[in-house]
């Protein structure tokens, strides 16, 4: 009497055919299959997203590791965009690692940068999701406000591509785009309080981390500041004791010295000259100024 045929199931074909290249013991086989290739590779374009995948998970990775969206192209040309699928069935939030970033174990895709994604089948079950995407290691950013620490400000990652040309005046972004937020440090003002660039201004660095979605470069000196200077004078005979520093006083400054002195022998009068320099926030002179000519005598006739 034969065994009758069960009734047709459904079953899903990536799994079937990892299953059969699987070195796990299959029932109604005889013995385990050695080790094979995954069967099954699933390849798609995928956003770096700002935020995990869920509510209940209030923080990014800070490793290789991103969170990812499946994504569809919007445009068939270069650049390649993309936006997140929303196709049900097909949309999809993931953990992807980079594997660009495994030697130094980094985290420096800024979110909504387009990866080429792939999933890998576990033989124990599963997926594991992986990308290569080689992050930049230097960024052109622009400052537009101070933080609350000092030598720490707040802007926003300029992203390429540039217009620029070999013709006119440089006149910043030249064609760069804002992106990313940023909180840049400025390692000239390691353990000095206050703040000595100008705002706005832009300037060049390392990118060194995104946190939270922000990034975190580190440059080193950009335009300084040069609105409300201090200045330095003295009155009277006796010598003045002000003083200007710029670790302490975060201010420019301009102070006046006397360039040199003439007798004028038709007039008999003798003048002083002077000029007056100023000096940006970071301590570099940035504008000296035309003489100012001061009378210091008359010759009167002897009575």
Known sequence: ?????????????????QALTSDQEIEGLASSRA??????????????????????????????????DRAVPTTNVP????????LPGIAQCLTATNLAELPQNSHLLPSGTVVHAFGLPVRSGGKIYFFNHRPAASAVVQITATASGGGKYTGHLLSTPSSATSSGTLAMPEGLTSGTSALILNEEEDGQSGHRLAIPCYATGELAGIVAGQAIVFIRGAPGAISSPSSIFGSGVSADSGTWSK??????????????????????????????????ARGLLYSISAESQITVDTATACS
């Not at 400054?253 to 320099?277: F, K, M, P």
């Open 79 to 86: 650049p390649l965009s993309a936006r997140a699928d929303t």
């Open 1 to 17: 009497m034969s065994t009758p045929h069960p009734f047709p199931a459904r079953f899903d074909v990536p799994e079937a055919l």
């Open 247 to 280: 670790s302490t006083n975060a201010t420019p400054v301009n102070i006046t010295i006397q360039t040199r002195t003439v007798w004028d022998t038709s007039s008999g009068t003798l003048y002083a000259y002077q000029r007056t320099l100023s000096f940006d």
């Open 35 to 68: 080790p094979q290739p995954p069967a099954f590779t699933d390849h798609f374009p995928a956003l770096i997203r700002s935020s995990p995948c869920t509510s209940n998970l209030s923080s990014d990775y800070t490793d290789a590791r991103y969170y990812i």
